[in-house]
Nanobody, 122 residues
């Protein structure tokens, strides 16, 4: 499966952005999807995950209540709605896919989209 992320940009603290991840290739609905982010000089960080059906989602405490992951299997897309943005959310965001259950471990995702930059100003 090929993934392409889009929707990044510049936002003010407290603002919102919505990222999208378009998938092509194999059947999208067989993959669990996730978003990760990486800030300069920092390790890659798990942001959100969603099951193949979309019924289950998982977030770390750092974004819980502010970010929402969703998917539309009919349109082969996954999205990340980011609200109440903070300067510490500034990073390059990547979508990723795997089959066999979602996980927060980035090493277990074989498919990655290119990153999209999110910058939050204070």
């Amino acid at each position: 499966v090929q993934l392409q992320a889009s929707g990044g940009g510049l936002a003010q603290a407290g603002g919102s952005l919505r990222l999208s991840c378009a998938a092509s290739g194999r059947t999208f609905s067989i993959y669990d999807m996730a978003w990760f982010r990486q800030a300069p000089g920092k390790e890659r960080e798990f942001v959100a995950a969603i099951s193949r059906s979309g019924e289950s989602t998982y977030y770390p405490d750092s974004v819980k209540g502010r970010f929402t992951i969703s998917r539309d299997n009919a349109k082969n897309t996954a999205s990340l709605q980011m609200n109440s943005l903070k300067p510490e959310d500034t990073a390059v965001y990547h979508c990723a896919a795997r089959s066999g259950g979602y996980t927060f471990n980035s090493n277990q995702y074989p498919y990655w989209g290119q990153g999209t930059q999110v910058t939050v100003s204070s």
